[in-house]
Structures are given as structure tokens and as C-alpha cells.
């Protein structure tokens, strides 16, 4: 408390002596003006964070998807890892089996590749 007042006894000894200061103190202080593209620049450094923190989010799903997804498959395999690979095995030693699980990998391979084809092929319709 003492320290305060005698910085306050300070300043008041020095506007009493010194008119200049007095005056200076008693002016308005003009408002500091706005650059005229305020707001623009606002709302960009809004649209910035806006965008930021969307990929943030869509960083931490990518995430949570990818953790949940090998945690699931990890349980599966332990659970069930022995039996599906015994089946595999049984399944791959007759030999016409082996046939039909080729053509189907093929068929599959075909499809995926002409569906990834077809969707390149429209939406370079669409950005024309």
C-alpha cells in the first residue's frame, strides 16, 4: 500500500509542476483506426482456423478408424486365426478349388479397376 501511494504522489506532484503533462493527460485519446480491409482479412484468418481444425478432426478420425480396425482384426485373428487357417489349407489342397478361387480373384480385380476407371472418367465430366 505504501509503495502505491507514493508512486500516486509521485505522478500527481509531477502533473501539478509540470502543465505540459497536465494537458497531455487531460487531450482525448483519438480511437486507433481499423485497416480498411478489416474484415476481409478477419474472415480469412477465421476461414484458416475454420480449416485447420477440420483437418484436425478428419486427422483423428482417420486415426480412431485405423486403431479400431487393427484392434478388431488382431481379436478376430486370435480368436479365430487357427480355424480359418485350417480351412484355408483344406481348401487349397483340391485342386479344382484352387480354379474357381483364381477366376474369382480375377473377376474381382477386373471389376474394381473398371469401377476406379469409371469414377475418374465422371468426375472429369463434372469439373469441366
Given at each position: ?107 474381382l480385380t477386373f471389376f474394381a479397376l473398371l469401377n476406379h476407371w ?7 465430366t463434372y469439373c469441366k
Amino acid at each position: 500500500m505504501k509503495t502505491e501511494d507514493k508512486q500516486l504522489s509521485t505522478v500527481n506532484c509531477q502533473l501539478s509542476t509540470n502543465p505540459s503533462a497536465l494537458r497531455q493527460a487531460l487531450t482525448p485519446i483519438e480511437p486507433k483506426r481499423l485497416p480498411t480491409n478489416f474484415a476481409y482479412t478477419t474472415m480469412q484468418r477465421i476461414r484458416r482456423e475454420q480449416v485447420e481444425a477440420d483437418r484436425r478432426e478428419q486427422i483423428i478420425a482417420i486415426a480412431t478408424i485405423v486403431t479400431v480396425s487393427v484392434l478388431g482384426i488382431a481379436v478376430f485373428v486370435y480368436f479365430f486365426g487357427l480355424k480359418i487357417w485350417q480351412s484355408f489349407r483344406t481348401t487349397f489342397i483340391q485342386s479344382d478349388t484352387v480354379a474357381l478361387i483364381l477366376s474369382t480373384l480375377f473377376c474381382l480385380t477386373f471389376f474394381a479397376l473398371l469401377n476406379h476407371w469409371l469414377a475418374k472418367r465422371q468426375t472429369r465430366t463434372y469439373c469441366k
